[in-house]
């Protein structure tokens, strides 16, 4: 269905250099056959076959389905958060795109806002957020002062909201067919683990941003890798404790890596893409951490092999000891099936990361080491996060533009490790946030006993819930 409402069109075909770094092989989850085709005229006048998006439902129980997919909003009234993160990167242009969703206060009470400063949103209670950060560095933000027309699935990676409904028409409460979707939504989204779509209006609230109007879309999606080998149970980003509202905010990689296919139209651009690298993530809890730095990229130049690199950090508060603060860091690694896991409770993770421009961790486990170094010389974009006294507010800077090195070791016990990988990134997202950042925050994240070893226990929540017949915590 993809009818363009654009002025002008970068029409973009499928490119060696995507498929040097995500291979669409077996590994990928299978969906049925793209046999839908359109015909394009890229801005040089070349034709070429485009294949549509085709759209499917979500398929229960598959291999790629990680721990914390659904939405975890218990209907309590405590302070709660839930964002979800997609992202699409573009080989062709060296440029990418990335969607946030946020609802905040979903339990409040009250629907007043404390702040309007063009900045940030205000509201200390009930709101829905989308942020589009686009190609060429601009951006777009809508915002609803209500959570009354989002939806989302409590077992899933399954939401939508409704900003401006059709004339006469019901705001959804699931996912619909495509075509449904556009008859009763004006202005909203809806997305899934295999589908995204949605037509969403800027609200001219951020004039510190390069913005664009509007930016309609749909793509299709097949995961690749979830969080764990493949094949394999899938694991829980922050371990089995992300269960339960302790050591928040929680966060969760929901696919390392993906291939989707599609087109977005950006202002008066058009972009199609087939088989692009894709990726989703989420955090939810009562705050955000009180600083943070993250890195992830899934384009590597000079591999033949599918890889995906995670790498994340924050200071959060520890739970039952007020004004108390730890430092967490993980480097999560997917290459040809095998996942490659870098967290506190089974080795340690080191990190020396800049204000901006520099990032540098490095971190062991019993079995391997990991090198991760990224440099960027872009100012980048400023990003909205959630946060307690002024809602959805600039908090956070990030680019697609980051240049990175990425170098995976086998220990050896003579000391001749063995290389996995040494590769290198051009369109590597890059983030620094929270604070302050007065200087270069370095750190050693180690667990110590006993929270290591509680932390590192191989529980399976929802299997435990199952066996017992007990009703497994909302979002599981």
């Given at each position: 269905?993809?009818?363009?409402?654009?002025?002008?069109?970068?029409?973009?075909?499928?490119?060696?250099?995507?498929?040097?770094?995500?291979?669409?092989?077996?590994?990928?989850?299978?969906?049925?056959?793209?046999?839908?085709?359109?015909?394009?005229?890229?801005?040089?006048?070349?034709?070429?076959?485009?294949?549509?998006?085709?759209?499917?439902?979500?398929?229960?129980?598959?291999?790629?389905?990680?721990?914390?997919?659904?939405?975890?909003?218990?209907?309590?009234?405590?302070?709660?958060?839930?964002?979800?993160?997609?992202?699409?990167?573009?080989?062709?242009?060296?440029?990418?795109?990335?969607?946030?969703?946020?609802?905040?206060?979903?339990?409040?009470?009250?629907?007043?806002?404390?702040?309007?400063?063009?900045?940030?949103?205000?509201?200390?209670?009930?709101?829905?957020?989308?942020?589009?950060?686009?190609?060429?560095?601009?951006?777009?933000?809508?915002?609803?002062?209500?959570?009354?027309?989002?939806?989302?699935?409590?077992?899933?990676?399954?939401?939508?909201?409704?900003?401006?409904?059709?004339?006469?028409k019901v705001p959804p409460i699931c996912e619909l067919e495509p075509e449904e979707f556009v008859n009763r939504v004006e202005e909203g989204f809806q997305v899934t683990p295999t589908w995204h779509q949605g037509f969403l209006r800027d609200n001219g609230q951020s004039p510190h941003m390069k913005t664009v109007d509007t930016i309609r879309w749909e793509y299709s999606t097949r995961p690749l890798y979830g969080w764990g080998d493949n094949g394999k149970s899938q694991k829980a980003?922050?371990?089995?404790?992300?269960?339960?509202?302790?050591?928040?905010?929680?966060?969760?990689?929901?696919?390392?890596?993906?291939?989707?296919?599609?087109?977005?139209?950006?202002?008066?651009?058009?972009?199609?893409?087939?088989?692009?690298?894709?990726?989703?993530?989420?955090?939810?809890?009562?705050?955000?951490?009180?600083?943070?730095?993250?890195?992830?990229?899934?384009?590597?130049?000079?591999?033949?092999?599918?890889?995906?690199?995670?790498?994340?950090?924050?200071?959060?508060?520890?739970?039952?000891?007020?004004?108390?603060?730890?430092?967490?860091?993980?480097?999560?690694?997917?290459?040809?099936?095998?996942?490659?896991?870098?967290?506190?409770?089974?080795?340690?993770?080191?990190?020396?990361?800049?204000?901006?421009?520099?990032?540098?961790?490095?971190?062991?486990?019993?079995?391997?080491?990991?090198?991760?170094?990224?440099?960027?010389?872009?100012?980048?974009?400023?990003?909205?996060?959630?946060?307690?006294?002024?809602?959805?507010?600039?908090?956070?800077?990030?680019?697609?533009?980051?240049?990175?090195?990425?170098?995976?070791?086998?220990?050896?016990?003579?000391?001749?490790?063995?290389?996995?990988?040494?590769?290198?990134?051009?369109?590597?997202?890059?983030?620094?946030?929270?604070?302050?950042?007065?200087?270069?925050?370095?750190?050693?994240?180690?667990?110590?006993?006993?929270?290591?070893?509680?932390?590192?226990?191989?529980?399976?929540?929802?299997?435990?819930?199952?066996?017992?017949?007990?009703?497994?915590?909302?979002?599981?």
């Amino acid at each position: 269905m993809a009818a363009s409402v654009g002025t002008a069109r970068l029409v973009l075909p499928s490119t060696a250099a995507t498929q040097s770094s995500l291979n669409g092989g077996p590994d990928a989850e299978k969906v049925p056959p793209r046999s839908s085709k359109v015909d394009a005229v890229g801005e040089y006048g070349v034709k070429w076959t485009a294949p549509s998006p085709l759209y499917t439902a979500i398929v229960k129980d598959r291999q790629s389905r990680t721990p914390h997919s659904g939405y975890h909003f218990d209907g309590s009234s405590r302070r709660f958060f839930e964002g979800w993160y997609f992202k699409v990167s573009i080989p062709k242009v060296e440029d990418s795109f990335a969607w946030m969703y946020t609802v905040a206060e979903p339990g409040a009470l009250s629907n007043s806002t404390s702040s309007d400063d063009g900045n940030s949103t205000g509201p200390k209670f009930h709101g829905t957020g989308a942020q589009v950060m686009g190609a060429k560095d601009q951006y777009l933000f809508q915002y609803d002062k209500t959570v009354r027309n989002f939806w989302g699935s409590r077992d899933e990676l399954a939401l939508g909201h409704t900003f401006v409904p059709k004339f006469g028409k019901v705001p959804p409460i699931c996912e619909l067919e495509p075509e449904e979707f556009v008859n009763r939504v004006e202005e909203g989204f809806q997305v899934t683990p295999t589908w995204h779509q949605g037509f969403l209006r800027d609200n001219g609230q951020s004039p510190h941003m390069k913005t664009v109007d509007t930016i309609r879309w749909e793509y299709s999606t097949r995961p690749l890798y979830g969080w764990g080998d493949n094949g394999k149970s899938q694991k829980a980003t922050a371990g089995w404790l992300a269960a339960f509202p302790v050591f928040e905010p929680h966060w969760q990689i929901c696919m390392a890596a993906g291939y989707s296919t599609g087109w977005i139209e950006w202002g008066d651009e058009r972009y199609e893409f087939e088989d692009a690298p894709s990726y989703v993530e989420k955090n939810w809890g009562g705050s955000f951490p009180l600083k943070w730095f993250w890195l992830q990229s899934n384009i590597f130049e000079g591999v033949a092999g599918s890889i995906a690199l995670t790498c994340g950090g924050g200071r959060r508060g520890l739970p039952l000891i007020p004004g108390a603060h730890e430092n967490v860091a993980l480097v999560g690694i997917h290459y040809c099936g095998k996942f490659y896991e870098f967290v506190p409770w089974t080795g340690t993770v080191e990190w020396d990361i800049a204000p901006w421009g520099s990032w540098k961790i490095s971190a062991e486990n019993k079995q391997y080491k990991v090198r991760v170094d990224a440099v960027c010389d872009v100012p980048g974009v400023y990003l909205r996060c959630p946060t307690v006294e002024r809602g959805l507010t600039p908090l956070c800077q990030d680019t697609f533009f980051g240049k990175l090195r990425l170098q995976l070791c086998e220990r050896s016990k003579n000391g001749a490790d063995k290389v996995i990988l040494d590769v290198t990134s051009d369109q590597s997202a890059l983030e620094t946030g929270g604070g302050p950042w007065d200087s270069n925050w370095q750190c050693k994240s180690r667990m110590r006993f006993p929270i290591r070893t509680l932390v590192g226990l191989p529980l399976n929540v929802e299997k435990i819930c199952n066996k017992l017949h007990l009703t497994k915590p909302a979002g599981l």
